[in-house]
């Protein structure tokens, strides 16, 4: 079956402006998580969504950054005013249950903030 | 607080040696443990797990690990790689909450060489 996508796959911005992040996660599963992966810091969890509440939101690290989900399926995450270490792989997972359920990740989205 | 620390940066070996890659994780963590790999311009996929139950678990690709509590291990492992296992090695845990985010290790580059 189809796996997690993600869009679009690259995006390159100038600082200052918005962007939007879309995750599809696999069809059924309830649980969807974001995460960031960058040269000084690794990989770190941002959020996590259980339908289409967001119960964990410890891990964005500023009020410019900001998701939803809808319909219990699709989720976009927002960045406002992109700053230069904005500049990361934003990894999307999705997993059938939390606790023991393993979470399958897409292929992430490269963004660079000029 | 939370941590996987994974203790090699980068780990060089020959095609057909054998190779460990390893990690500790902090008892403020939770005891399910994970090992992702991601190829070059890839998402993260699922190698093994442990949940509970026994603890020398087998993944895909030839690879296992084993769990150990009293060092706070899960140590990854090969018999005989290959030039195709050349890759980051990640291992993560579930956080200390139920929400299921992971908290991933700094990575370990693999560089499997002829």
């Known amino acids: 079956g189809a796996g997690v996508s993600q869009s679009p796959s690259n995006k390159v911005t100038e600082k200052g402006k918005d962007v939007e992040l879309r995750c599809d996660p696999i069809s059924g599963h309830t649980a969807l998580y974001w995460y960031r992966q960058s040269l000084g810091q690794g990989l770190e969890f941002l959020i996590y969504?259980?339908?289409?509440?967001?119960?964990?939101k410890s891990g964005l690290p500023s009020d410019r950054f900001s998701a939803e989900r809808t319909g219990g399926s699709v989720s976009t995450l927002t960045i406002q005013r992109t700053q230069q270490e904005d500049s990361a792989v934003y990894l999307c997972?999705?997993?059938?249950?939390?606790?023991?359920?393993?979470?399958?990740f897409g292929p992430g989205t490269r963004l660079l903030v000029l | 607080a939370q941590s996987v620390t994974q203790l090699d940066s980068q780990v060089p070996v020959f095609e057909e040696a054998p190779v460990e890659l390893r990690c500790n994780y902090s008892?403020?963590?939770?005891?399910?443990l994970f090992w992702y790999v991601q190829y070059p311009n890839q998402g993260l996929q699922l190698l093994l797990k442990y949940l509970s139950g026994s603890t020398l678990v087998k993944g895909i690709n030839g690879f296992e690990a084993e769990f150990n509590k009293s060092q706070t291990s899960f140590h990854l492992r090969k018999p005989s790689v290959h030039i195709s296992d050349t890759a980051e090695y990640f291992c993560?845990?579930?956080?200390?909450?139920?929400?299921?985010?992971?908290?991933f290790g700094q990575g370990t580059t693999l560089q499997v060489k002829p």
């Open positions: 997972a999705s997993s059938s249950s939390t606790g023991s359920g393993t979470q399958y």
């Open positions: 993560a845990a579930y956080g200390s909450s139920n929400t299921g985010k992971l908290i």
């Open positions: 008892s403020s963590v939770s005891v399910y």
């Open positions: 969504f259980q339908g289409n509440s967001a119960p964990d």
